[in-house]
């Protein structure tokens, strides 16, 4: 399996995001679960606080995790993050 993901490293601090669906984000225990279950399976993220990212239909980012994260992550355009394919079994 493929997911699009980044690790970014800005402002001192290391950090994964990758995109998700909507619905993953819009349930906390969908996110939880989601999480762990990448952390475990894809090594560049182990040990990464991990942010979810997900598109509505307008291409509107919107993400879930760590909140001084999230809020970074908001506050900059989507095209800045330098997004990787990554594969997992």
Do not use: C, H
Request: net charge positive; glycine share 6%.
């Amino acid at each position: 399996m493929t997911i699009d993901g980044a690790i970014i490293r800005e402002q001192g601090q290391v950090f994964g995001i990758v995109i998700v669906k909507p619905s993953v984000i819009s349930s906390s225990q969908t996110a939880v679960e989601t999480r762990a279950a990448l952390q475990s399976q894809l090594a560049d993220f182990q040990g990464l606080p991990l942010i979810l990212a997900a598109q509505d239909s307008r291409g509107v980012f919107s993400y879930q995790g760590r909140r001084d994260i999230v809020n970074f992550l908001a506050s900059i355009d989507a095209s800045r993050i330098p997004w990787k394919r990554y594969t997992y079994s």
